[in-house]
């Protein structure tokens, strides 16, 4: 069962061009919606992350928009660059206790998105 | 240098054997997490440890163990069990009371069962 819904997978985009991905959920416990990127053969690394409480929310030329009633979100790469070119994956965060009560989140990923930024 | 390294980058086994994927942190993290990549399926939780001596099942733990003897620890077994060992697996940490969404990842371990 995908909790996390991404698309596209693989887009192709000139130098400057605004790729777009999109996210969907279904779970409205999920409450931290991150995106990560991820080189060929590295671990993936967080990019940026938005509360559902907010629309949008900006960290240089990246952008999620969020749209909690239509349960989306999408990341905007504006001016892409060469050094773009990865895989993007969308994830949502809920968290749970363990057995002690203590809280920790759990990480739901999208299925990954390949994007080529061609110079 | 903070950071998570897992050995080796690259493991290749016959069917019928078990591996075991090392994980190390010196972040001073208290939670542990191994993850299956797959083209086109994304990150898929296998086990996550919250403190040492504790470890949980994640979505797909069939066929895998782990053990947290130590913090900085949480070496991974894939036993002769997995229906379809081959893949990428990553290990990631994240420091207790930070931010849960902030995973730290390893540069992972492509395994090949043949």
């Known amino acids: 069962q995908q909790q996390v819904k991404q698309s596209p997978q693989s887009l192709i985009v000139q130098k400057g061009g605004i790729p777009i991905i999109n996210c969907a959920y279904e779970n409205t416990a999920f409450d931290y919606f991150p995106w990560y990127q991820q080189f060929p053969g590295k671990g993936p690394a967080l990019l940026i992350a938005?509360?559902?409480?907010?629309s949008e929310k900006k960290e240089g030329r990246f952008t999620i928009s969020f749209n909690k009633s239509a349960k989306q979100f999408s990341l905007h790469i504006m001016d892409s660059q060469p050094g773009d070119s990865a895989t993007y994956f969308c994830?949502?965060?809920?968290?749970?206790?363990?057995?002690?009560?203590?809280?920790?989140?759990?990480?739901?990923f999208g299925q990954g998105t390949i994007l080529t930024v061609h110079p | 240098d903070g950071g998570i390294t897992q050995s080796p980058k690259y493991l290749f086994r016959k069917e019928g054997q078990n591996v075991t994927l090392s994980c190390e942190q010196n972040?001073?993290?208290?939670?542990m997490y191994w993850y299956r990549q797959d083209p086109g399926q994304g990150l898929r939780l296998i086990y996550y440890s919250q403190i040492v001596n504790d470890f949980q099942k994640g979505d797909i733990a069939e066929g895998y163990s782990v053990s947290r003897e130590k913090k900085e620890s949480f070496p991974l077994t894939v036993t002769s069990a997995q229906k379809n060992p081959t893949a990428f697996y990553l290990c990631?940490?994240?420091?207790?009371?930070?931010?849960?969404?902030?995973?730290?990842f390893g540069p992972g371990t492509r395994l090949t069962v043949t």
């Open positions: 994830a949502a965060v809920s968290t749970l206790l363990n057995a002690g009560g203590t809280s920790y989140g759990k990480l739901t």
């Open positions: 990631a940490s994240t420091v207790a009371g930070g931010p849960t969404y902030e995973q730290y």
């Open positions: 972040l001073n993290h208290d939670a």
């Open positions: 938005i509360r559902p409480d907010v």
